[in-house]
């Protein structure tokens, strides 16, 4: 258990409001990140940071943003919520145990349906 | 595009059978990392593989790293019910970010 919990875990909304989704960790790590899943695509990167107020795009960040003012706690947001973005989202920590390779490990997941 | 292409998409065997998934990539990673993901959970690390020919194994499951750190597999011998899940690898580059095939799904009938 890497600590990490998501709210909400399951969240409907309509097309065009704009929504948050949360991410706290209670390891003080100082790598987050934010994927989305979607069937035959595995999970792909939408944003990332590497410490407080450092963030940086990934893969599929089009329609999303992040903030990260605490250690502990790093926010995603859809700006104006579009169907394309209905999804599970997934946060991840990176951890370096024993200085070989770094390792991710995942929160449970937050299920978003945009109608 | 996927930068690691996971084959076969799908598998489904009897109990006690063996199974083999493969990860392929034209990149070289830092290390290769396997997830196991049951529904509506998030996905949880099995091993990372860091050496060009690695070889680790975890009871009945066996992770290979290729020598040029571009491909790996991972073996399930004598599979039972409770390997079934969705298998994910996934690519660590230089800059500390992963990459993830689509994933094997993987079905052990009793």
């Known amino acids: 258990d890497a600590g990490i919990t998501q709210s909400p875990r399951h969240k409907v909304t309509e097309t ?18 934010w ?10 990167l939408i944003h990332y940071s590497y410490g407080v107020k450092d963030t940086d ?32 989202y997934f946060c991840a ?14 929160g449970p997941g937050t299920r978003l349906t945009v109608t | 595009t996927q930068l ?8 489904s065997i009897q109990e006690g059978e063996n199974l083999t998934v493969y990860c392929n990539s034209s990149s070289v990673f830092s290390s290769l990392q396997w997830y196991r993901q049951e529904p509506g ?19 009945r499951l066996t992770f290979q790293f290729g020598d040029a750190r571009k491909d790996s597999s ?20 230089r800059w500390n970010k992963l990459s993830f095939g689509a994933g094997t799904t993987v079905t052990v009938r009793a």
């Open chain 1, 16 to 33: 065009g409001t704009p929504v948050t989704l949360r991410c706290h960790q209670t390891e003080n790590h100082r790598y987050m990140y």
């Open chain 1, 35 to 44: 994927y989305r899943q979607d069937p035959g695509h595995g999970l792909r």
């Open chain 1, 57 to 88: 795009k990934g893969e599929v960040s089009d329609g999303y943003s992040v903030s990260r003012s605490k250690t502990e706690d790093f926010l995603l947001t859809l700006e104006s919520a579009t169907s394309s973005q209905t999804s599970v």
């Open chain 1, 93 to 106: 920590i990176s951890v370096l145990p024993g200085r070989v390779s770094y390792e991710q490990y995942f």
């Open chain 2, 4 to 11: 690691l292409e996971q084959s076969p998409q799908f598998l």
């Open chain 2, 41 to 59: 959970e998030g996905p949880v690390l099995l091993v990372t593989v860091v050496t060009g020919g690695e070889v680790k194994k975890l009871k």
């Open chain 2, 74 to 93: 991972l073996h399930i011998t004598a599979a039972q019910p409770g390997d079934t899940g969705l298998y994910l690898c996934a690519g660590l580059d």
